[in-house]
DNA sequence: CTTTGTGAAATTATTCACAGCA
DNA sequence: TGCTGTGAATAATTTCACAAAG
């Protein structure tokens, strides 16, 4: 389950077009954003309507994992028919705050973060990464896929002019708590964490983390098993 | 909980140290990898031995989940005294499989194949990335960090040659599945895949995803709904 | 007849709490 | 006394199965 909600942080969030209820399985949340893929491919093949067993088997997952995880923010389908794509799309985006605008930072310009802002799929309708930051005087200035590297120095003032609410954490795992009290101090209200380490935020604003490591550990542990099939994502 | 045990495939596996039981939960597999890297840096600062809520508060969770996760491959703890650092570092080494090695391959030499090439926690004592191809003849033959990227026609023998057993999928997602078809049958035993999308193996391997958009959209999710708090590995 | 939505059952994971050992 | 190891209790999640809707 998710944690608690508290008072918010930061630049203001909108409104939601339909209050969602207090108890989210966080499995079903991770979920959603898979669901949205598969309804965009569904929706651009060309289909109206589809069954929930067609949206699951797509992800490995059963027919009425679907429905109930759907089913947590209100009922969709049509019984007989399915679920009409364009609609549930609608709906899913606004589930996910992604009619919002979502401006982020990188703070790190080495491998990963420049990678990241050069990475087209961080850039949709929603999503924009808006400046990257550095420490090291040598990368400060550089220029990166349409962006001049700046120091860390303007994150503060850029975060408030340019409403960046989300930080993105591409430096080393040694400079990462650092970094997170940064962010945070300069008025992110979420991170995303690329650093291989815990950042401790004191409940002051949310972290998802993203850990190659412990990916490709899981994946090693999994194949000196001689285990097979997919572990991860969809099947939490 | 994990798939079932299959026969394998590709490069034989190196036998363990000692059994493993056969049911393992998946969370506490994934919280391993979490445990081995708190342990390394308690060694690093000189303790000899640790104590379960040590390791489980640098981390988040409750000594009793460090205790249960590790009781699940046996006894290592000391009543009143702790885990002795050293000999839980070996152990979790061999569980994980960390005392082969591992060499891996990247195919996609976009922003994301290059970036992980140069990425230095990727090169450790097990671990290797010996070869990144690609299918672009602009790209082909140009350097990345020592090394040269290939035609994917050279997959399959440096796959024998070199003892490749992971394989990374970093191309764009159309090319995603063709990308993991031409991995297995060159004869990987697992995928660590950064494609948004799922790879349909017909457990033939292992698949592991790191799946960025995900995660991006489960942050704009909790920051949307002003909660606090992290996210992701290590709860659940 | 097909498929949704959802209680009820089953499974899986976490937390509690304490006996037993050092 | 302090801490591990682990059954028992609780909580969360998935799967089942079916009534109701189209």
Redesign the pocket.
Same mark, same amino acid.
């Given at each position: 389950?998710l944690p608690q909600r508290e008072e918010m942080h930061g630049p203001s969030t909108m409104p939601r077009a339909m209050p969602l209820p207090d108890k989210i +399985?966080? +499995?079903?949340v991770r979920r959603l954003s898979l669901y949205l893929r598969e309804l965009r491919a569904a929706h651009e093949s060309g289909k109206a309507t589809? =069954?929930?067993?067609e949206l699951g088997s797509a992800l490995g =997952? #059963? @027919? #009425?994992?679907v429905?109930?995880? =759907? @089913?947590v923010f209100g009922?969709? @389908?049509? #019984?007989?028919?399915?679920?009409p794509t364009q609609a549930l799309i609608a709906r899913l985006r606004n589930i996910l705050g992604k009619e919002q605008q979502w401006n982020a930072c990188i703070v790190g310009a080495g491998n990963i973060g420049r990678a990241l802002l050069s990475y087209n799929r961080f850039r949709g309708d929603d999503f924009d990464i808006v400046a990257i930051f550095d420490q090291n005087p040598a990368v400060i200035g550089t220029r990166v896929a349409d962006h001049r590297v700046r120091p860390l120095e303007d994150l503060p003032a850029l975060v408030r002019e340019r409403t960046i609410r989300i930080g993105i954490v591409a430096v080393p795992a040694e400079a990462a708590q650092e970094t997170a009290v940064r962010l945070i101090d300069a008025g992110v209200a979420g991170i995303l964490n690329f650093a291989p380490r815990r950042l401790d935020v004191a409940d002051r604003v949310s972290v998802v983390n993203v850990d190659f490591t412990v990916a490709l550990e899981q994946l090693a542990f999994q194949v000196s098993l001689g285990l097979t099939g997919t572990i991860g994502d969809a &099947? &939490?």
């Open positions: 389950m +399985p966080e +499995p079903a589809i =069954l929930s067993t =997952l #059963a @027919g #009425a994992q429905r109930k995880d =759907l @089913g009922q969709f @389908g049509q #019984a007989g028919v399915g679920y &099947k &939490k």
